[in-house]
């Protein structure tokens, strides 16, 4: 395995290497890292789509992209394994230093191999389910679990594709499916529980924060079944791990067709409600978009004020991306690429520098 984690000193060399726009990165939990990240949720389960994640792992870093995001359900495993091979070239050949590349990914679903021979249902059945590494009480939806002796095994595994012994952001993935499923008090024992096995592998050097990713959890009122609140998953850190809690980061779709997380006060804090994103910044908690450009759905026909408002972009997948991107209080607005031109026509954004956040807003008005 490769050795190492993100740090300031490298993602700041990686940043003064690069061609792109100064204000495309932005410091984060600590490390420089730019606005535009490689997700790897899309493609079909083959090598040829490995082999294009693989090369637009090689655009986003001549481009100026140092986050990539990926999971361990994602493709049956293979885009985690295809962004860990295409990293470790990388890095063997000199192009870019461990520390200066910043990777996450994800559990919580049951994970089938899709290169293993077996189909997928006996696969999860015999490796997670009969070995009690998963337990059925504590799998809901007939396929996500965080039980602690689950998520050691999925933290393990993750390294393993990968190829390095340190994740540097490690995810609960939609975690509101647990809390649809179970009450209140049951779901915060198992958000502890997760809790301190995420503490447990930041100590153990296997991962270096944690964050959640969501769906819906972080956008939806308080009133609704799978409502997150982050005062809660940050109160439970505290009791868990104490003030140093390593609990770093959200991550939520933020695009043109869903912009809740900037306008739409879904989280309570202390004297009122706000928008996920701006109570994530109040508290110091990167944010990472998802579905920037919506699976391509909003790289075309985009309204007149949208042109308008981001004129520096070049295409409807730009102008949705810079969208994201230049939110208040957004860390990196993730798109999902697999094609390198694709990745090319994205990933030039980074030569342009974000649009101020009042422009964001001003659509809203």
């Given amino acids: ?19 792109a726009a100064p204000a495309h990165f932005r410091e984060a939990s600590g490390l420089l890292l730019s606005s ?8 079909k389960e083959d090598a040829a789509t490995d082999r294009g994640y693989e090369e637009c792992v090689g655009t986003a870093l001549s481009s100026g992209v140092n986050v990539f995001d990926t999971a361990i359900n994602y493709r049956g495993q293979r885009s985690e394994r295809a962004i860990g091979r295409a990293l470790a070239a990388a890095i063997g050949a000199g192009r870019v230093e ?12 049951l994970p089938h191999d899709s290169e293993d021979p077996r189909d997928a249902r006996a696969y999860i059945l015999e490796t997670f389910v009969e070995s009690q590494l998963a337990p059925r009480a504590e799998i809901v939806r007939g396929g996500h679990c965080i039980s602690p002796a689950y998520l050691r095994d999925q933290i393990r595994r993750s390294r393993e594709n990968l190829g390095f012994e340190t994740i540097d ?26 809790i301190e096995v995420l503490e447990e592998a930041v100590s153990g050097g296997q991962i270096a924060v944690w964050g959640i990713a969501t769906w819906d959890g972080l956008r939806v009122p308080p009133e609704h079944p799978e409502h997150l609140s982050l005062e809660l ?3 439970v850190s505290v009791e868990v791990a104490g003030e140093g809690h390593h609990f770093r980061a959200v991550q939520l779709p ?11 006060p879904s989280q309570e804090v202390t004297g009122g409600r706000l928008p996920a994103l701006e109570a994530a ?27 308008a408002a981001f004129p520096r972009a070049q295409s409807g997948a730009q102008r949705a991306l810079q969208f994201s ?4 209080g957004m860390t990196s607005s993730l798109v999902g690429v697999s094609t390198p031109a694709h990745a090319l026509e994205d990933f030039a954004l980074a030569r342009i520098p974000p649009a101020e956040p009042q422009v964001v807003l001003g659509l809203f008005s």
Avoid at 3 to 19: P, V, Y
Avoid at 281 to 307: C, D, K, V
């Fill in 254 to 264: 933020v695009n043109l067709a869903m912009p809740e997380a900037i306008a739409y």
């Fill in 169 to 194: 952001l490690y995810y609960l993935h939609n975690v509101e499916t647990q809390r649809t499923s179970v009450g209140s008090d049951v779901f915060r024992q198992r958000l502890a529980s997760a």
């Fill in 325 to 328: 991107r230049s939110s208040p």
């Fill in 98 to 109: 461990r520390d200066q590349v910043f990777v996450s990914t994800k559990g919580g679903y």
């Fill in 1 to 19: 395995m490769i050795s190492g984690r993100a740090t300031i000193e490298g993602t700041e060399r990686f940043a003064k290497g690069s061609s």
């Fill in 36 to 43: 535009i990240g490689l997700g790897t949720y899309l493609g």
């Fill in 233 to 235: 998953i940050l109160a």
């Fill in 281 to 307: 910044a109040r508290r110091g908690i990167a944010t990472f978009g998802s579905a920037s450009i919506l699976q391509g759905r909003l790289a075309q026909e985009l309204p007149e004020e949208i042109e």
